[in-house]
């Protein structure tokens, strides 16, 4: 409970402080595109539901706008947006998520620089299983989020490594499974625990640098009433790429 609290309180305290902060230096855009190769285990006490596991390969677009690759010492701040979708035999996944990061960088020496971040944000998505007893998600999660960083400012190139945690807040889920009707629920607060390795080139398509990058999400999704729809739940381990140019 003491980690919950201090995860949300620290997320507002970031975002209340940014205006009385210096100015950041060296915000870039970054627009690309994304792909990820996603494993989905859906488990139920509905006997047609439980251990169902699927995978699936999924495609989407960002945008972000800040300076968590480019800044030095002091503030550093991004927000971006992003949709995936995904199919594969019965499965659909439709996904759109908006966040925003605040946080503070301090300098290392020989080009290295370590950080904390604090951030918000907000997802929706829409999971469909038509196989068996056509089950569909329909989510709808605030976040609150917390990571540290790790950058190295090379000759050529600018390398980033984060790992963190986001905290979904209130989320709530559509549950529809055939024969079964649906109804809204609420989800349990979990952790979704992240990382990502990205690397900025200073020449790329046209003299626009080029950015590229790996990352790893997972995400928790089960009902806080274990009455509701049997206990169903619905984890989600993503592997992806990103590519794209700064400007």
Known sequence: MISKKLLISATTAGFLLTPFALQAADPVSNIGITGSHNKYKLSSDINALDNNKQRMPKAGIYYNYGNKMTGT??????????????KKSDVKDKEAVAEADVGYRLDLGNRNYIDGIVGAGYRYSKVDDTKGNDVRFTTKSPFAKAGVGFNHKGDTVLTRLEVGTRYNINSET????????????DLKDKYNPYAE?????????????????????????QLKDKRDI??????????????????
Do not use: C, R
Not at 206 to 214: E, F, S, Y
């Open 230 to 247: 049997s206990n169903t739940k619905l984890k989600n381990d993503e592997f992806g790429v990103k590519v794209g140019l700064a400007f």
């Open 174 to 185: 559509k549950v529809k499974v055939q024969h079964l009707g649906s109804t809204t629920v």
């Open 197 to 221: 390795l990205n690397f900025m080139w200073d020449k790329g398509y046209n003299d626009l640098p080029l950015t590229a990058g790996l990352y790893y999400n997972k995400t928790n999704y």
């Open 73 to 86: 010492e002091g503030l550093i701040y991004q927000a971006g947006i992003e949709a995936k979708y995904g």
